[in-house]
């Protein structure tokens, strides 16, 4: 069945050093994903989405690439800062509106 | 702009007692709406969905149930609750079509003791 993963349930990280958040992603339907953040006491809000094959996309110096070959939808960024402590859900849409999150990624960023 | 309302923004209720949480959307016409749970921390697992009035389909129903009376108004309820139902309950919507998008409300957290 439909199901996206992430591997991390928790990253820790220092100010200002490069970060990888992982998702794979099985379906069926033609791949539509998503990256949500979520803050402290808050809603989660769209960061990134794509459905293009091996096209970057970028927002507020986060960027993904969706990779259907290996089902993959990494979220990245460069240099990350104590404001992106936050839990980072991975996203896929199937054909019947349902929309499916994966268990989220907790980013903690430290001075 | 469109804006959503979700009410109460908190609850504290005692198990076995009903619940009604609701959704507003203004500035669309039409939404595709829907119902998350989340348990602190954890994941956003999609509760309900509704593409027009009157038509609300279940995708888990921890035994709650949802109704779409207007456009614009989405309510999700039980008329007893359980502890399992404690956590964070957001309403969602999206504007159809290929937008593929979903805008989340600020949510209600609810406490069932």
């Known amino acids: 069945g439909d199901s996206v993963t992430q591997t991390e349930g928790l990253v820790t990280l220092t100010k200002g050093l490069p970060v990888m958040l992982n998702c794979t992603y099985q379906t069926t339907y033609s791949p539509f994903l998503f990256w949500y953040v979520q803050h402290l006491n808050e809603a989660p809000k769209l960061l990134l989405k794509s459905s293009t094959d091996n096209k970057r996309t970028e927002h507020q110096g986060f960027y993904a690439t969706l990779h259907k070959s290996s089902s993959s939808f990494h979220l990245q960024k460069s240099s990350v800062q104590l404001s992106d402590s936050a839990l980072y859900f991975c996203a896929s849409r199937n054909s019947n509106n349902r929309i499916f999150f994966g268990d989220g990624t907790q980013l903690v960023v430290k001075p | 702009a469109q804006t959503i309302h979700q009410w109460p923004v908190a609850e504290i209720k005692a198990v076995g007692s009903p619940l009604s949480l609701g959704c507003t959307i203004k500035?669309?016409?039409?939404?595709?709406l829907y119902w998350y749970w989340q348990a602190t921390g954890g994941t956003l697992q999609q509760l309900f969905y509704?593409?027009?009035?009157?038509?609300v389909e279940s995708v888990v129903q921890l035994n709650l149930s949802a109704s779409r009376p207007k456009d614009d108004q989405f309510i999700l309820s039980t008329e007893k609750l359980l502890l399992s139902h404690s956590g964070f309950y957001l309403c969602a919507w999206e504007a159809g079509g290929s937008q593929n998008t979903l805008y989340f409300g600020a949510g209600t957290r609810l406490s069932v003791l």
């Open positions: 500035g669309k016409s039409s939404p595709n």
């Open positions: 509704s593409i027009t009035v009157g038509q």
